[in-house]
């Protein structure tokens, strides 16, 4: 329906659970499920943030926080572009956290019920999760 132009949420929610299935799979090693994720979470970062880039550049943190990114997502986002790959764990939880946040920001509203309903324990869980994902330097060792 779209011909070759697919909407950014999908086109990231795609390569998300292609990792996702491909972890599950078994078949990969961990440093080529690393790559594998590190690639959907950049592209998911930077695809998001671009279309609220203006023609002065503005901070990825910033355009993030505009659209209710996690912060760390960026850091994480920035380590897998500029520094020293991170842990597995911290990738598949990455991928599960922009899964959450395109379910809610995009597939909530174009599946008009109510996907992005959550419950008190799980938004509980959620604010633990993000407090316990900030990006320092113990997280990447």
Excluded at 16 to 35: A, F, N, P, T, W
Excluded at 59 to 66: D, T, V, Y
Excluded at 79 to 89: C, N
Aim: glycine share 4%.
């Amino acid at each position: 329906r779209y011909g070759p132009k697919m909407p950014l949420a999908v086109d990231c929610t795609a390569e998300l659970i292609r990792c996702k299935v491909l972890d599950s799979s078994g078949r990969l090693k961990s440093h080529e499920l690393i790559l594998s994720y590190g690639l959907a979470l950049v592209r998911f970062v930077n695809l998001i943030t671009e279309k609220k880039q203006k023609m002065v550049s503005i901070p990825l943190r910033q355009l993030a926080r505009e659209v209710d990114i996690p912060i760390w997502v960026v850091d994480l986002r920035h380590e897998l572009t500029h520094g020293k790959l991170p842990r597995l764990a911290l990738c598949r939880k990455g991928c599960d956290v922009v899964l959450d946040w395109l379910r809610k920001t995009y597939w909530s509203r174009q599946l008009g019920n109510n996907l992005c309903e959550e419950s008190e324990d799980e938004e509980e869980e959620q604010e633990g999760v993000e407090a316990n994902a900030e990006l320092d330097s113990d997280a990447w060792e």
